[in-house]
């Protein structure tokens, strides 16, 4: 951003919402942000726990045709699932145990302004269906009432999953994801912008010492490589409580490495002296990469693990099936004609085509599926597989369409 109008933009959304920086990689969300603030579309922001999700949200709706009316934040991960229903969309008095009086839910509350539901990937499938229909329609009941009601709201949701991952795992609904997902803005971890890590120590230390009445003294050149090259796992929700914590407790004291070693927590790396003393340090201090590349084996470990439980899944429900095969036969049960077929020719030599393991696989799921008339419970009962498996693996054959 060079131009004076760009300019402008930073220096309002740092003013009003506190959205400090100006590295490359933070323009892209937010020149997403400035574009899609006007508008009414659904907006997804997604990153790292303390990436500022929120902060984003707040910036969306005060930059909105919606900023005079409510701003309500749901953080779904925080309340029961039992009761996040209830709290969504309200309740009427005796609708279950504990509902002594009629309550209006915070869509309702939201009306003509702007709901942040945060952590929405924590949501159960049974809300997922009625926050689809408010998406889609704006109507709702809420609960133990039959009466239709409708709000105008516009809905941010903010998550640290992956949403599409989750969707493949059954866990989300992937209409709800495609409606949510009409625009989506990425917030980096810090670790990939550490040149703004300057500016946001002298704007979190700023505000703290105007609120304490003290004065900044500032930050050495060698204090901030230091900080630079943390790994600051919790982003800038972690940068700021450090920043607060050392400002408050210095009374806005120079800060130097000296000083920075009083507050580093000792599970964090040490930093030798020669550090301190040269821009080299960048080079020198690369232990967020190496705990990175660690992330990433665990990664790939995890997931070798669980293609080998889905594998003997599969061996198991292939016993399963045979197993009910011979038992059908000898009741003289009709048996599906794909896999009846295929044990006719057991006893011979096998085609080529016929090792195709996955081709075996999907054969025995069509054939399940037609056995229980599109029953996806009983089917993998059958398979010997859990339904959410099933359903993944219904995606990958494309066979959605037999449930």
């Not at 279950?96 to 702007?114: L, N």
């Not at 080998?308 to 061996?315: Q, S, T, V």
């Amino acid at each position: 951003m060079n131009t004076t109008d760009d300019q402008n933009i930073l220096h309002l959304l740092q003013l009003r919402y506190g959205i400090v920086a100006s590295s490359a990689v933070m323009i892209a969300p937010i020149q997403r942000l400035v574009q899609v603030a006007p508008t009414d579309l659904t907006t997804l922001i997604t990153g790292e726990t303390g990436t500022g999700k929120e902060v984003f949200a707040h910036a969306i709706h005060g930059l909105s045709k919606r900023r005079k009316h409510p701003f309500v934040s749901v953080n779904c991960g925080a309340i029961p699932e039992t009761l996040l229903e209830s709290e969504l969309f309200g309740h009427e008095k005796g609708a279950f145990t504990g509902a002594i009086e009629q309550r209006k839910g915070f869509f309702e509350s939201a009306d003509k302004g702007t709901i942040l539901l945060d952590e929405i990937g924590e949501m159960p499938i049974s809300t997922q269906v009625k926050l689809l229909r408010v998406l889609e329609s704006g109507e709702f009941t809420r609960v133990g009432s039959p009466e239709m009601k409708h709000v105008d709201v516009r809905v941010i949701a903010a998550t640290n999953r992956d949403l599409l991952y989750e969707v493949r795992q059954g866990n989300f609904r992937e209409d709800l994801f495609f409606r949510l997902n009409s625009v989506q803005i990425v917030l980096p971890p810090l670790r990939k912008h550490p040149e703004d890590i300057g500016l946001l120590v002298e704007y979190f230390a700023s505000k703290v010492c105007t609120k304490n009445d003290i004065e900044f003294e500032g930050i050495s050149d060698e204090a901030l490589i230091i900080l630079e090259n943390m790994p600051w796992r919790g982003n800038v929700r972690e940068l700021r409580n450090f920043v607060e914590t050392l400002v408050t407790l210095e009374n806005g004291q120079y800060i130097t490495p000296e000083l920075l070693r009083k507050y580093i927590p000792p599970a964090l790396p040490s930093y030798e002296e020669e550090t301190y003393n040269s821009k080299r340090a960048i080079i020198h201090v690369a232990e967020p990469i190496r705990r990175e590349e660690h992330n990433e084996s665990d990664i790939v470990m995890r997931s070798l693990l669980e293609v080998r439980n889905e594998i003997a899944d599969i061996k198991r429900g292939i016993s399963a099936i045979i197993d009910q095969i011979v038992e059908l036969r000898s009741e003289k049960f009709e048996v599906p004609v794909i896999v009846s077929k295929s044990l006719e020719k057991t006893d011979k030599v096998l085609s080529e085509d016929e090792y195709n393991l996955e081709e075996m696989e999907r054969k025995l799921i069509v054939s399940a599926l037609t056995r229980y008339e599109g029953n996806r419970r009983l089917a993998a009962k059958t398979l010997g597989i859990s339904e959410r498996t099933l359903y993944r693996k219904l995606i990958d054959y494309k066979l959605t369409e037999l449930v």
